[in-house]
């Protein structure tokens, strides 16, 4: 158990519809990290956020957003979605200054879209 | 596009044999790598780092070898047990770090174990 708590663990829902995956980071850490992964794909960093704003974004999809709320938790709202967007999203944490071994991921939320 | 891939997307190996998994990438101002481990159904997990001043660094049966000259890692396992049959990603990281903490991964090379 990496400390990293997702939900749901998975979902289906129809497309044009909107969802919010949740992620709950370690105890203590204050970075949060999204990433997607397609079938037989890598992970494709979305966005981080530190302390309750944005550090840094990767290719996240305007019709995605996210954000950290003050206890830290972080929600990523994935909205007129689209077939295509039918993956593992998975959240991470860590302590910064970032360091490798201190990142731990999720179990990570299945989404499907029909 | 991404500047960290995998030379080979699976490789099986017989249990107690060692493997090799490889990755190459293109910026040469990469200088943090990190290996991890992701098992069906789970996150990755991690399992080694090395930055760009080590050549080689070693854990619990996992060796990372870094050749800065050819751009190229490697994951050495050693007598590999059914339990080390995963999906394994090189990760890098762009300085600076603190403000753009983005791993970038690979796509992932798929180790079976062959009993």
């Known amino acids: 158990d990496s400390g990293v708590t997702q939900t749901p663990k998975h979902l289906i829902t129809a497309t044009g519809q909107r969802v919010t995956l949740r992620c709950s980071p370690r105890s203590g850490d204050l970075s949060v990290y999204w990433y997607q992964q397609s079938l037989d794909q890598g992970l494709q960093f979305l966005i981080q956020y530190y302390n309750g704003e944005e550090r840094a974004k990767g290719n996240i999809l305007e019709r995605f957003s996210a954000q950290q709320f003050p206890d830290l938790h972080s929600e990523l709202n994935l909205s007129s979605l689209e077939l295509g967007d039918s993956a593992l999203y998975f959240c991470?944490?860590?302590?910064?200054?970032?360091?490798?071994?201190?990142?731990?991921f999720g179990e990570g939320s299945w989404l499907t879209v029909v | 596009g991404e500047s960290v891939g995998l030379h080979l997307p699976t490789l099986s190996v017989q249990e107690g044999d060692n493997s090799i998994i490889n990755c190459a990438y293109s910026?040469?101002?990469?200088?943090?790598f990190i290996w991890y481990k992701q098992e069906s159904g789970k996150g990755p997990q991690f399992i080694i780092d090395i930055r760009s001043n080590m050549d080689k660094r070693q854990g619990q049966r996992v060796t990372v070898l870094l050749n800065k000259t050819v751009k190229h890692l490697s994951l050495q396992i050693a007598a590999t047990q059914p339990g080390d049959s995963a999906v394994y990603f090189c990760a890098e990281i762009l300085p600076p770090y603190f403000g753009n903490e983005k791993l970038t991964f690979g796509t992932g090379t798929r180790l079976t174990i062959i009993p």
């Open positions: 991470a944490s860590s302590l910064t200054p970032f360091s490798g071994n201190t990142i731990y």
């Open positions: 910026n040469s101002a990469s200088d943090y």
